[in-house]
């Protein structure tokens, strides 16, 4: 019944890693999204993807890739993992993307070692 | 600066006390998101609004658009609204979509 899941939800890797998390959701909604949320707790959109199109692409490393085979699925894959990585990753959907409310998964944690 | 600022960052309350969180922010926008966080972690929409006001329960949020500004009003707060709010503003130039976030402002309401 989870409306937004991601996977895992605790990550624990060594430096120089290549590790991806997974999102899924079975809202129907057609715009997803990727935010990190430092230990500041600042929340900051990384990507979003409508329809499987790109159309959020931050200022991220190009370390971070997001990969949207379908319309319910958004995954992210890290690269070689520095310990600035480290950080709650948020997974969220929407019905669409321009300022709809959104649903958030329960974030996945992940931890630099 | 921000493009988003939230006031206060953190707000100390008893059980019962009307709640008031401010936003403010710097772009025209076309909506705009107040959010919840647990201290959990897990993260709750509350409201998208672009214009007026809305309720729900004890929550009202009202945005004005002429002053660029929003606020967050809590009634009868409880200790079970004890969390972080977030303020976002979405905005559209052309085909760029932007969704710029607030610092959050930590609410403690005690018993």
């Known amino acids: 019944d989870t409306a937004v899941s991601q996977t895992p939800k605790y990550l624990v890797t060594q430096m120089g890693n290549d590790k991806s998390i997974k999102c899924e959701q079975n809202?129907?909604?057609?715009?997803m999204y990727w935010y990190k949320q430092d230990s500041k707790k600042f929340l900051k959109i990384m990507f979003s993807y409508n329809n499987k199109e790109l159309i959020i692409n931050e200022t991220v490393p190009n370390r971070f890739s997001p990969k949207s085979p379908d319309k319910a699925h958004l995954n992210l894959h890290i690269n070689s993992l520095e310990l600035g990585d480290s950080a709650v990753y948020f997974c969220?959907?929407?019905?669409?993307?321009?300022?709809?409310?959104?649903?958030f998964g329960d974030g996945t944690r992940l931890s630099i070692l | 600066k921000n493009e988003v600022e939230q006031s206060p960052q953190n707000l100390t309350a008893q059980e019962g006390e009307f709640i008031t969180i401010n936003c403010s922010y710097s772009?025209?926008?076309?909506?705009l998101h107040w959010l919840q966080q647990h201290p959990g972690g897990g993260i709750v929409s509350l409201f998208m609004l672009s214009s007026g006001k809305k309720k729900h329960g004890r929550l009202i949020a009202t945005i004005n658009i002429q002053e660029k500004h929003s606020s967050l009003h809590i009634t009868a707060s409880h200790p079970r609204d004890s969390a972080v709010y977030i303020c976002a503003v979405a905005s559209v130039e052309g085909s760029n979509y932007k969704l710029t976030f607030g610092k959050g402002t930590l609410l403690t309401v005690n018993p």
């Open positions: 772009v025209g926008i076309s909506a």
């Open positions: 969220a959907s929407s019905q669409g993307p321009y300022g709809q409310p959104q649903h």
């Open positions: 809202l129907g909604h057609d715009t």
